[in-house]
């Protein structure tokens, strides 16, 4: 069995970060993940730049990592309690015209991460820059591809990228996993041409024998400004191939506490179909 985790954390732009941080170091600790999935994730571009860490594997966007970059700090409080995590960070844009903001991915087995370019434009000053995070690894005993990823809008540059992400991913061999903030709503546009992909992939929500939880954001939040409804834009898009266990909505205030203005996404995944 795998387990994972997505969250678009909102880092530093919460109220009560350091809080919310330890909150989510604890839930990681008892619940174990293999792989834990991270969006906006930033630092202060003016803060002190530190050595990276021996389990973090730098890519060639990132900048150097600062003493307060948001998945450098979970992994080191995790490290201190006997949790060790391989990371990665894949830099997006300038957020908030102070942070480096990009997206994370932690395993607990060795990964061989890289990154890829998915918008037209590649600058860190246009918002409209996006890449994703790519990690093969092994979990118990096999091999699998995941992504860690944060999207545009449905025409406002998602089309695009999905093209790019689709065109990419068709080579490969191991089964996907690719989780994140998509930006889309479940059955709405965006969301169809991911399920209607020739990478032949699920919405685990679908798919999973056990599902609890129907939506991610709630009504006008930073992205979504005038937005009315509750709707699930993170989601995880795994092949047919794998067997969805359950698929679960946390961080959502009912039996764990809220940690962002997105809620998070647990899946668990079975082996016994590959």
């Known amino acids: 069995m795998m387990k994972l985790l997505t969250l678009n954390t909102h880092s530093w732009m919460e109220e009560f970060p350091e809080e919310k941080l330890e909150q989510l170091v604890e839930h ?22 530190i050595t990276a ?22 992994t080191e409080k995790l490290a ?14 300038i957020g908030y015209d102070r942070y480096h903001e990009g997206v994370a991915l932690l395993s607990k087995t060795p990964i061989d991460a890289q990154e890829l370019l998915v918008s037209e434009v590649d600058d860190e000053t246009d918002y409209h820059t996006r890449r994703i995070l790519l990690a093969t690894t092994e979990v118990k005993g096999r091999a699998v591809t995941l992504a860690s990823l944060h999207l545009s809008w449905f025409g406002k540059g998602f089309e695009d990228e999905w093209a790019i992400i689709e065109k990419h991913l068709l080579s490969y061999q191991n089964p996907l996993v690719l989780m994140g903030d998509f930006n889309n709503p479940t059955d709405q546009e965006g969301y169809q041409m991911i399920v209607n992909s020739p990478l032949n992939l699920v919405d685990s929500h679908q798919a999973a024998g056990q599902v609890s939880g129907e939506y991610t954001i709630l009504a006008d939040i930073d992205g979504w400004e005038d937005n009315q409804q509750a709707l699930k834009v993170d989601h995880a898009f795994v092949s047919k191939a794998l067997n969805v266990v359950s698929s679960k909505v946390i961080f959502d205030g009912k039996v764990t506490p809220i ?16």
């Open 28 to 49: 990681i600790l008892r619940e174990d993940y293999d792989v834990v999935c991270l969006q906006e994730i930033n630092q202060l571009m003016t803060t002190s730049h």
């Open 53 to 74: 860490p021996a389990d973090y594997q730098a890519l060639p966007s990132a900048p150097v990592l600062h003493e307060d970059h948001y998945a450098y700090l979970l």
């Open 80 to 93: 201190q309690k006997g949790k060790r995590y391989y990371w990665s960070w894949s830099y997006n844009h």
């Open 259 to 274: 940690l962002s203005d997105h809620f998070g996404l647990e899946i668990e995944i079975a082996f016994d179909k590959v």
